[in-house]
């Protein structure tokens, strides 16, 4: 069925921000038409976007006693979000850290006409710097070095954590997430979120024993977070850490200005 039938539009701007708002922080709410989606439902996401699901059936009329519905829970989670979201910086950034390791990874721009490129120097376990040679796209860049360094350095942590708790994992698949820091499938892949490499390693180890216990309880059930505490007893607190990690991943990571 095509999206515009029945009245719905798929990016319907919501009277929900006034406009000093929407120009300060660059959120457009918008609606998104699913033909999976069965109900309507609506998400903020950590860098305060807003976002409501749509089934392809549903009438604009619906949408909007739905969102006029949801109004207050809508601006109290943006207010949220906006609080915790980083502090605006400089592109590109002079140094990388990342605290999951510890390293910091210093940027040394060389110029060039060619496509960017990548390469570390002078690299060790306090990190290095990063010659970045080539015109272009450099968050993109940024972002592929990023997703790089994250399945070098969780990849090899899935594997220790799997082998103490005695679990058996397909793969591990690095991601980046707006809103999921991590996930198990039915087939056993340990998807993680990249941003996860400038959190503190406890908080990553949680978050990985977390998703190895869903390759046996793929819920979240008294008998899942009962494995959970047999593994990371200190697991409630540094959950309640996690919820709040999106404040240290930097900007870039995922504007485009």
């Known amino acids: 069925m095509n999206a515009y039938q029945n009245g719905v539009r798929p990016h319907l701007q919501l009277d929900l921000l006034d406009e000093a708002d929407h120009g300060e922080n660059g959120v457009r709410p918008l609606i998104r038409v699913s033909a999976r989606a069965r109900r309507l439902s609506v998400r903020v996401y950590a860098d305060a976007r807003v976002e409501v699901v749509v089934p392809t059936r549903a009438r604009a009329s619906e949408v909007e006693k739905f969102v006029a519905a949801h109004r207050e829970w809508i601006e109290n989670r943006r207010e949220v979000a906006l609080r915790n979201r980083p502090a605006p910086e400089a592109f590109p950034p002079a140094t990388l850290q990342l605290s999951l390791t510890g390293e910091t990874w210093r940027l040394h721009l060389s110029g060039g006409t060619r496509a960017v490129r990548i390469s570390e120097a002078e690299a060790g376990a306090a990190g290095g710097i990063l010659r970045v040679s080539g015109a272009g796209r450099l968050r993109a860049a940024l972002r592929a070095w990023l997703m790089r360094a994250a399945q070098a350095r969780l990849a090899p942590r899935v594997a220790t954590l799997a082998a103490a708790m005695g679990v058996r994992y397909s793969r591990v698949s690095i991601r980046r997430q707006r809103s999921r820091w991590g996930s198990c499938s039915a087939r056993g892949t340990i998807s993680l979120n990249v941003c996860l490499l400038f959190q503190r390693p406890e908080v990553v180890d949680y978050l990985i024993v977390h998703e190895l216990t869903h390759v046996r309880h793929m819920n979240h ?37």
């Not at 593994?231 to 991943?249: F, I, N, S, T």
């Open 221 to 257: 059930s008294a008998h899942f977070w009962k494995a959970v505490e047999a593994h990371c007893p200190g697991w409630r607190a540094l959950d309640r850490e996690l919820l709040q990690g999106w404040r240290h991943v930097p900007r870039w990571v995922f504007s485009e200005s």
